[in-house]
């Protein structure tokens, strides 16, 4: 079936640091990928997301690219911040069809320094 | 909009008690879900809903039931808690099939003691 692993946390950064958060995937087909970020003490909420192969997603800074050569959507951000702190989640969700369903990996959690 | 909304926000439970989690969504969206999130597990399809009138087990349905009798609300019913469903429960819709992405709401903490 499908699955999405994701680097295992915690990851602690400085702040202006580099951060990589990998992500791959076993899916057939072509799914669309996606990143959420969870605050503390919030729901989730879609930070980017990539629709085909080679499609970068971007937002706040952050960008991941759909490779599908190497089934991975690894998140990116140059320079993080203190607000950043909170738990990525990649996930994905099989085209076409009816299906709805949202496949998720086990969350990375960031903390960043001042 | 007030997009996805979840009641309770926290909830204590004694073991073998009932309970229902109220989601309701104005987004007028098809697709309804229930989620659980536990440490180091990520999220887990419990019910989903693809309409009014439309339900379907995920992946960890077992002491949960679910009915979609409007387009706006999808409650999760507890028939009888147990320690093991202590988690927090997030609610999220989307607007159709295809590559949308899903809303989520700001989840219920339910501790059953």
């Known amino acids: 079936g499908d699955s999405v692993t994701q680097m295992e946390g915690p990851v602690t950064l400085s702040e202006e640091a580099f951060l990589t958060i990998n992500c791959t995937y076993t899916?057939?087909?072509?799914?669309?990928l996606f990143w959420y970020v969870q605050y503390p003490g919030e729901g989730l909420q879609l930070l980017l997301k990539?629709?085909?192969?080679?499609d970068k997603g971007s937002n706040k800074g952050f960008e991941a690219t759909y490779r599908k050569e190497t089934t991975s959507f690894h998140l990116e951000k140059g320079s993080v911040q203190v607000s950043d702190s909170a738990v990525y989640f990649c996930?994905?969700?099989?085209?076409?069809?009816?299906?709805?369903?949202?496949?998720f990996g086990k969350g990375t959690l960031l903390t960043v320094n001042p | 909009n007030a997009g996805v909304t979840q009641t309770p926000k926290f909830q204590v439970l004694k073991t073998g008690q009932s309970m229902t989690l109220q989601c309701a969504q104005d987004?007028?969206?098809?697709?309804m879900s229930w989620y659980r999130q536990d440490p180091g597990m990520g999220l887990r399809l419990i019910h989903y809903?693809?309409?009014?009138?439309?339900?379907d087990q995920g992946e960890v349905p077992n002491g949960y039931n679910v009915s979609r009798s409007t387009t706006e609300d999808f409650p999760l019913r507890l028939l009888s808690a147990a320690p093991s469903q202590t988690s927090v429960y997030f609610c999220?819709?989307?607007?159709?099939?295809?590559?949308?992405?899903?809303?989520f709401g700001p989840g219920t903490r339910l501790t059953v003691t």
């Open positions: 999220a819709s989307s607007p159709s099939a295809g590559r949308y992405e899903q809303y």
């Open positions: 899916a057939t087909g072509y799914p669309s």
């Open positions: 990539a629709t085909k192969a080679d």
């Open positions: 996930a994905l969700k099989k085209s076409g069809g009816s299906n709805y369903k949202l496949t």
């Open positions: 987004m007028n969206h098809e697709y």
């Open positions: 809903s693809v309409g009014a009138g439309i339900t």
